[in-house]
């Protein structure tokens, strides 16, 4: 089946907007996981949801960052007044159970200027 | 504190110039290990999982192995098209937070 998808692919917003970023899981995978990548840097764990459980949101760097997820679909992740340091790819994962591989979608590129 | 390091940062071979890829690890709990291939652009595509030490994994020309500190990624007579930047990561214990940790990844570079 597909695999997952993010969009847009490249989002550019001015600062102190608001940007929402979205994440179509692999049908039937229960958990699903945001990352932030900066350039040049390795991947930033920032949100996680297991079925219906409540997310993990410990990797959130502020409290302008939040994410929701509609059942075991579709996931936004929304930014609040933007900031130039939120510059990054965005990366979704899914995955069929908490203990399994993940699946990576091929990211949201944010630039702020 | 729980932490992934990757070496070399970088690595240019030859075509045919075997080599490894190092993932050293400190975790409180060691749930499972995983090793990505990213290529520019794109999102990380998955390779392997090691879950105990002694474990190897095999996929064309890549092997994977680990110890209860480090993981290896040994690449057999790379060919240019294994050019990308590979990633480890690994997962916690439930008790110790279910988290995922990953490293900053080897960047390698296979020259016809």
């Known amino acids: 089946g597909a695999g997952v998808s993010q969009s847009p692919s490249n989002k550019v917003t001015e600062k102190g907007k608001d940007v929402e970023l979205r994440c179509d899981p692999i049908?039937?995978?229960?958990?699903l996981y945001w990352y932030r990548q900066r350039l040049g840097q390795g991947l930033e764990f920032l949100i996680y949801?297991?079925?219906?459980?409540?997310?993990?949101k410990s990797g959130l760097p502020s409290d302008r960052f939040s994410a929701e997820r509609t059942g075991e679909s579709v996931s936004t992740l929304t930014i609040q007044r933007t900031q130039q340091e939120d510059s990054a790819v965005y990366l979704c994962?899914?995955?069929?159970?908490?203990?399994?591989?993940?699946?990576f979608g091929p990211g949201t590129r944010l630039t702020v200027l | 504190e729980d932490q992934v390091t990757q070496s070399p940062e970088a690595l240019r071979l030859q075509e045919g110039e075997s080599s490894s890829l190092n993932c050293s690890y400190t975790?409180?709990?060691?749930?499972?290990l995983f090793w990505y291939r990213q290529d520019p652009g794109k999102g990380p595509e998955f390779l392997f999982t090691?879950?105990?030490a002694g474990e190897e994994k095999e996929k064309e020309r890549l092997k994977a192995t680990l110890t209860k500190k480090e993981s290896f990624l040994h690449i057999t007579a790379p060919k240019p098209e294994d050019s990308a930047t590979y990633l480890c990561?690994?997962?916690?214990?439930?008790?110790?937070?279910?988290?995922?940790?990953f490293g900053t990844g080897t960047s390698l570079t296979v020259i016809p």
């Open positions: 994962a899914s995955s069929s159970d908490t203990y399994n591989e993940q699946f």
């Open positions: 049908s039937g995978h229960t958990a």
């Open positions: 949801f297991q079925g219906n459980s409540a997310p993990d």
């Open positions: 975790v409180s709990g060691l749930r499972g």
């Open positions: 090691l879950y105990s």
């Open positions: 990561a690994v997962q916690t214990t439930p008790n110790t937070g279910n988290q995922f940790y």
